[in-house]
């Protein structure tokens, strides 16, 4: 359909937009039909280095990073309900991982960082929010037996699909990102911290953009549970960092990642290429 978009515009003789949202396989095709594009919106550094990679020149890509709605994702939203539902203490810390349950997205290794934050935190359970993706349940299963095989069904909560994600993320105390390939963007980091939590995140791809490291949470190597683990305690264990780096965060969010902004910018390119 992209490339559809991309010919009809050149045969008709009109200005061509394309926003790129994922990775590109560099190859001779793609980057012939990239020369037929007039502006390139790229939503993260990564996604622009993938355009730099098929020859699009650089003053032809624009970056403007994706936006959540801030009434939507906001710390007024309530929690409370989801205690009951899980029958958490109060005093239980919380953290997780929201998403597809896929395999580049790290779930394992969020699983293993997690067996290890319980070694030193006795009150601390995890959360994977998410389902399987488009109908491959192979590696949600997997993910399913490491659990037993840790034997940590009673501290790792497998929610499956849910549709309340403001309000799991006001319930956490930390949000983890454990992506083991880059992401392009990282919309579930923008969220969280639209809710005032703090975050770890692996050290590639959108979050590099999304994660002021050592300011609204950590930036961690992929693949690397103790590291990811030691990130999660220290801020489980310093209730007032997590809170700094979370009203951090949502400052951040205010100021570069608002649907306000996204429509302005993306309203200027259009108008840039249609007033030349």
């Given at each position: 359909?992209?490339?559809?978009?991309?010919?009809?515009?050149?045969f008709?003789?009109v200005p061509?937009?394309?926003?790129?949202?994922d990775?590109?396989?560099?190859?001779s095709?793609?980057?012939?039909?990239?020369?037929?594009?007039?502006?390139h919106?790229?939503?993260s550094?990564?996604?622009?280095?993938?355009?730099?990679?098929?020859s699009?020149?650089?003053?032809?890509?624009?970056?403007?990073?994706?936006?959540?709605?801030?009434?939507?994702f906001?710390?007024?939203?309530?929690?409370?309900y989801?205690?009951?539902?899980?029958?958490?203490?109060?005093?239980?810390?919380?953290?997780?991982i929201?998403?597809r349950?896929?395999?580049?997205?790290g779930?394992?290794e969020?699983?293993?960082?997690?067996?290890?934050v319980?070694?030193?935190?006795p009150?601390?359970?995890?959360?994977?929010?998410?389902?399987?993706?488009?109908?491959?349940n192979e590696y949600?299963?997997?993910?399913?037996e490491l659990?037993?095989?840790?034997?940590?069904?009673?501290?790792i909560?497998?929610?499956?699909y849910r549709?309340?994600?403001p309000?799991?993320?006001?319930?956490?105390?930390?949000i983890?990102?454990?992506?083991?390939t880059?992401e392009p963007?990282?919309m579930v980091?923008?969220?969280?911290?639209?809710m005032e939590?703090?975050?770890?995140?692996t050290?590639m791809?959108?979050?590099i953009d999304i994660?002021?490291?050592?300011?609204t949470?950590?930036?961690?190597?992929?693949?690397?549970?103790?590291?990811?683990?030691?990130?999660?305690?220290?801020l489980?264990?310093?209730e007032?960092?997590?809170?700094?780096m979370?009203k951090?965060?949502k400052l951040?969010?205010?100021?570069l990642?608002?649907k306000?902004?996204y429509?302005r910018?993306?309203?200027q390119i259009?108008r840039?290429?249609l007033?030349?």
């Open positions: 359909t992209q490339l559809a978009g991309i010919l009809a515009a050149k008709l003789r061509c937009v394309a926003h790129l949202r990775f590109e396989e560099v190859d095709v793609t980057k012939l039909y990239a020369k037929f594009v007039d502006i919106i790229a939503i550094g990564e996604i622009r280095e993938n355009l730099l990679r098929l699009v020149p650089d003053d032809k890509i624009v970056t403007i990073f994706d936006a959540i709605d801030l009434e939507e906001n710390s007024q939203v309530s929690s409370a989801l205690l009951k539902e899980f029958n958490l203490q109060d005093d239980t810390k919380l953290f997780g929201f998403g349950i896929i395999k580049w997205k779930i394992k969020f699983v293993h960082a997690a067996a290890l319980f070694q030193t935190v009150n601390a359970k995890a959360f994977i929010v998410g389902d399987y993706s488009d109908g491959e949600f299963l997997e993910v399913g659990i037993k095989r840790l034997g940590l069904e009673e501290r909560v497998l929610t499956g549709e309340d994600i309000a799991f993320m006001g319930l956490m105390d930390v983890v990102h454990s992506s083991i880059p963007f990282g980091l923008i969220e969280g911290m639209a939590k703090p975050i770890v995140a050290k791809g959108g979050p994660v002021e490291n050592n300011q949470g950590y930036l961690v190597e992929p693949g690397n549970p103790e590291e990811m683990a030691c990130a999660i305690k220290t489980l264990d310093n007032k960092l997590a809170a700094d979370g951090k965060g951040r969010v205010e100021q990642f608002t306000e902004r429509a910018q993306v309203e259009y840039s290429i007033n030349p």
